[in-house]
């Protein structure tokens, strides 16, 4: 009988997912719920907070929630206070919650840009700050997972996306993964980045309605928009102890959009 265990295998690990509510962060939960971690959703709305709750436990998944806005460095306290508090530990950190401003670069609001950066860098440091000190380096593990975007890799036609702030900040989302991967290793803490490409979502809708699914899609070698399932392998292999000799690392999920 082979009692291995699977490198796979989440189980005793709790996973926080900041904007876990729904789309890729509810995604990427079920994922790891069905691999044995006990989850951890925060967002700002309770309503949906508990409506993804709901969904995870009809799967057998373990979940709570916290509410709290990403954007606002009290919240964010909180947050991590009230995650170690109640489960006495964070393993897993998934920066998640992201927003986004659609407008010409030489109009671009210097409002608009702050709210992005708050959120998508600022938000982000502060937590994974937070998590780090008081559970991830005393206990000499921990898996931080930023999930950035293909905009933070390459620039964008005008004609498709006109998000300057948005892919600034995912740019240096994954500069600060690169970063906090060098200073972080020594603690026993990977630090990886996702750079997911054109998914539907509430972020991306207005978006691939203005520009068309099929356009979208044609942009990638595989001809196809992510789908619900297109980000469980690779967050749960930067989460688990499969890549535990993976650190630093960007890894696009995006049909291939970003090789051609």
């Not at 939960?29 to 709750?53: D, N, P, T, V």
């Not at 670069?105 to 860098?121: C, G, H, Q, R, S």
């Not at 937590?127 to 000499?140: D, E």
Request: proline share 3%; charged share 20%.
């Amino acid at each position: 009988m082979n009692n291995r265990r699977s490198p796979f295998d989440l189980n005793g690990k709790t996973a926080l997912i900041t904007g876990g509510s729904r789309g890729l962060g509810l995604q990427m939960a079920e994922a790891l719920g069905s691999h044995g971690a006990r989850i951890l959703l925060s967002a700002r709305r309770s309503e949906e907070l508990r409506s993804a709750q709901a969904q995870l436990a009809s799967q057998g998944i373990d979940a709570d929630w916290i509410a709290a806005d990403a954007s606002r460095e009290n919240d964010i306290v909180e947050l991590a206070e009230q995650a170690i508090s109640k489960f006495g530990h964070v393993d897993i950190l998934i920066n998640n919650a992201g927003a986004s401003w659609g407008a010409a670069a030489e109009d671009y609001p210097i409002t608009a840009w702050d709210k992005v950066f708050n959120l998508n860098i600022r938000g982000p440091f502060l937590l994974t700050q937070l998590i780090g000190k008081h559970s991830m380096i005393p206990n000499r593990y921990g898996r931080v997972v930023n999930i950035a975007s293909t905009a933070g890799l390459q620039g964008t036609s005008r004609d498709v996306l006109q998000a300057i702030g948005y892919s600034s900040s995912k740019g240096a989302l994954v500069n600060f993964t690169r970063a906090l991967a060098a200073e972080w290793g020594h603690y026993g803490i990977t630090v990886n980045a996702l750079a997911p490409g054109f998914f539907p979502s509430k972020l991306t809708h207005g978006l691939i309605d203005s520009v068309g699914s099929d356009r979208m899609a044609a942009l990638s070698p595989l001809n196809r928009l992510g789908d619900d399932e297109d980000l469980k392998g690779a967050v749960l292999l930067f989460a688990s102890d499969a890549s535990k000799h993976i650190t630093g690392q960007v890894l696009a999920v995006d049909g291939g959009a970003t090789i051609v």
